[in-house]
Structure formats: C-alpha cells, structure tokens
C-alpha cells in the first residue's frame, strides 16, 4: 500500500517553483510536477498567472533597455497592460488547512478576499504601487529618469505589495545589504543591487520571496541560479 501523500508539502513545493520554471531554470522533472499541480489546484493557477505577467513586463523592459526604447519593445508592453486591463478571474477562497499554513509563510502575502482581478489591472497597480514608493526618503528612492548608480550592477528584479510597510522593506533590504538602483517601472518593478562584493544572490532571494509583502523576487543576467 503505498504511503498517504501530504497535499500541503506537494502545493508549497510547486508554489516554490513556479518562479525558477517561468524562467527556464527548473529540471524536467520539476517543470512537469509543477503542471500536473496546477492541473488540480486553482490558487496556485493565479500565482502562476500573476508570476507569468510580472515576468514578462521584466523582459520586455529589459529588452527596452537594451534596445534604446525599440519600438517593437513598447509594442509588447503595451500588448501587456492590455491583458493586464483584460483579466478578470478571481481567485478562489482557500481551505481551512491550506490557511493555517499559509499565514507563516509566503502565502501571508495573498488577501483571499480581494480579487486577482484587481492585483491584475495595470491601472490600480501602478498608481498605487506608485503612491507607495514615493513615500521613501531620497535615499532609498530612485526613479527611471535618473541616472542609474553605475558602481552596482543589479542582481535582482522586486516588486512588493503596495500595503507593505515601508520600514518593513527598509529593514529587509538592510539586513540583506541590498539597494535600490532604479524603478519603479510602470510595472511596478525595481531594481536591487547588492552592497557587498560576492554575496550570495540565490539566498537573498530566498529570504526576499519568504517576506510577507513581496509579491516577486527574480535574480538578474548572470545572478540567476538554479533552484
């Protein structure tokens, strides 16, 4: 008879994943696990859903970059707040069991209640998102138009949950020893860069993605390790 599988183990590794198979990081075998899950469980279909947006935005800015504003980039981004503005699935309430874990871990970070509809809409995310960010002291603030700090190179793509505290990032990001040196984009991305030489990237982001209120974390170039 083969042992009970423990449904909670199997949906927070997926979760995990689900971020290193969006970026072609994950093996096969992991790819595969991941889309039978998400085959049966309709929450973690909305985080792949909002996961997948958010990574393509990230793309498309940096294919914007690269390009001095090619226009066929801009043509994308539109293409993205357009489905953005297009969605309107909500997602599903959970379960007793599934909440009780949730609230300890990354999954704190969702509001069952309020509707992916409304995380979705490029309109309500960057005004808000918007709004957040400008109430950071200069120091930790930067935007698009100024020049980047050319002596850190970014090493990892972040976007937060506007509800999120500010002294709560601020405090994150020290303890990290990691700085903001561009954003937000108009996705609501920024961009981090380490203050130490050699740090260890993969373990930042982890701390990142288990800190209540960060909605993506996501190294960058050659930051970007396997899972």
């Given at each position: 008879?083969?042992?009970?599988?423990?449904?909670?183990?199997?949906?927070?590794?997926?979760?995990?994943l689900?971020?290193?198979?969006?970026?072609?990081s994950?093996?096969?075998?992991?790819?595969?696990?991941?889309?039978?899950?998400?085959?049966?469980?309709?929450?973690?279909?909305?985080?792949?859903?909002?996961?997948?947006?958010?990574?393509?935005a990230?793309?498309?800015e940096?294919?914007?970059?690269?390009?001095?504003?090619?226009?066929?980039?801009?043509?994308?981004?539109?293409?993205?707040w357009?489905r953005?503005?297009?969605?309107?699935?909500?997602?599903?309430?959970?379960?007793?069991?599934?909440?009780?874990?949730?609230?300890?871990?990354?999954?704190?970070?969702?509001?069952?209640?309020?509707?992916?509809?409304?995380?979705?809409?490029?309109?309500a995310?960057?005004?808000?998102?918007?709004?957040?960010?400008?109430?950071?002291?200069?120091?930790?603030?930067?935007?698009?138009?100024?020049?980047?700090?050319?002596?850190?190179?970014?090493?990892?793509?972040?976007?937060?949950?506007?509800?999120?505290?500010?002294?709560?990032?601020?405090?994150?990001?020290?303890?990290?020893?990691?700085?903001?040196?561009?954003?937000?984009?108009?996705?609501?991305?920024?961009?981090?860069?380490?203050?130490?030489a050699?740090?260890?990237?993969?373990?930042?982001?982890?701390?990142?993605?288990?800190?209540?209120?960060?909605?993506?974390?996501?190294p960058?170039?050659?930051?970007?390790?396997?899972?």
């Open positions: 008879m083969n042992p009970p599988v423990d449904r909670d183990a199997v949906h927070r590794h997926a979760w995990e689900i971020p290193w198979v969006l970026n072609g994950a093996s096969e075998h992991q790819r595969r696990a991941v889309e039978a899950h998400l085959r049966e469980c309709a929450r973690c279909r909305a985080e792949w859903e909002f996961q997948r947006k958010v990574y393509i990230m793309s498309t940096e294919q914007s970059t690269d390009a001095a504003a090619d226009s066929a980039a801009e043509r994308g981004l539109a293409h993205f357009q953005f503005d297009d969605a309107g699935q909500h997602s599903p309430a959970p379960s007793a069991k599934l909440a009780g874990w949730a609230s300890r871990g990354r999954l704190a970070v969702l509001s069952y209640g309020l509707a992916a509809a409304v995380l979705l809409q490029a309109g995310l960057a005004v808000l998102g918007g709004q957040w960010f400008s109430r950071l002291p200069p120091s930790q603030y930067r935007t698009l138009s100024q020049a980047e700090d050319t002596s850190a190179a970014p090493t990892v793509r972040l976007v937060v949950d506007p509800a999120m505290p500010i002294g709560r990032l601020q405090s994150v990001l020290a303890q990290l020893q990691l700085q903001i040196v561009a954003g937000p984009s108009e996705a609501g991305v920024y961009s981090l860069a380490s203050m130490q050699n740090a260890d990237t993969s373990k930042q982001i982890a701390v990142l993605r288990a800190t209540p209120g960060v909605r993506f974390a996501e960058v170039g050659r930051a970007a390790a396997t899972p």
